[in-house]
């Protein structure tokens, strides 16, 4: 009976032990855990001070980019609705020289018909 009582002692202090380790590296970790998840907390709350500036900066961009293409197409437009109006003019004064040529030519022909006779 001796036996068995020493043997139940040793057991016990074995797992006394065994648990007090246990919860030595438990409590360790969860202090590890507390100090991650803070330093979490502080490299996102700086990451999200510095993506605030950055994002309306971003946007201010994006509507500067905006604003010039919007203006570029304008005057694309009104290039191209001058270049047309350009080219209807002359393609009209064109007309016009032709028609008057052909008239002087007509009229020159005419003439020298007169001569003839």
């Given at each position: 009976m001796l036996n068995?009582?020493?043997s139940f002692s040793i057991l016990m202090l074995t797992s006394v032990a065994c648990v007090a380790i246990l919860t030595f590296f438990i409590i360790k970790l969860?202090?590890?855990a507390t100090k991650l998840t803070d330093n979490a907390n502080i490299i996102a709350s700086s990451?999200?001070?510095e993506i605030e500036p950055t994002l309306k900066e971003l946007k201010e961009a994006a509507k500067s980019i905006n604003s010039i293409a919007n203006n570029a197409d304008?005057?694309?437009q009104n290039t191209k609705a001058n270049?047309?109006?350009l080219?209807?003019?002359t393609?009209?004064?064109g007309g016009?020289?032709?028609s008057f040529s052909r008239g002087i030519l007509k009229g020159i022909s005419f003439g020298l018909g007169l001569f003839k006779k």
């Open positions: 068995a009582s020493i969860i202090i590890s990451i999200q001070k304008v005057k694309f270049l047309a109006s080219v209807g003019a393609a009209c004064f016009k020289i032709k």
